[in-house]
């Protein structure tokens, strides 16, 4: 098995954070940052595909007098954040025997 270090691992990045804690966009942007050199124009749309998808939901609320979009895991967004951890076991499992030489 091949792990899509692509976009698959933007998702499941932006799922796991997700999962956590019901977040807005500016501290996933940041949080995902942390992790991996991306922008925010890269990310929202990430964010809205996965929201059409049904992997995310949104809820407003104000902050500071203005209007905060927050995102919030669905049940299908925990089971493909699942899938996703799945593989990423076997993927690094396969890299580690590689670099080992087993």
Do not use: C, H
């Not at 966009?25 to 929202?44: A, C, F, H, N, P």
């Not at 407003?60 to 799945?86: A, C, P």
Request: hydrophobic residues 35%; without cysteine.
């Amino acid at each position: 098995m091949v792990f899509n270090t692509g976009s698959a691992l933007l998702d499941a990045v932006v799922l796991s954070i997700v999962s956590k804690e019901g977040t807005y966009g500016y501290k996933i942007t940041q949080d995902v940052r942390t992790i991996m050199d991306v922008s925010e124009s890269t990310l929202y749309p990430v964010l809205r595909r996965l929201q059409k998808d049904g992997y995310l939901e949104t809820y407003d609320m104000e902050f500071q007098g203005r209007n905060r979009r927050y995102y919030k895991i669905t049940n299908d967004g925990v089971i493909l954040l699942d899938k996703y951890r799945s593989e990423w076991i076997i993927y690094k499992k396969s890299v580690d025997q590689i670099l080992l030489g087993q």
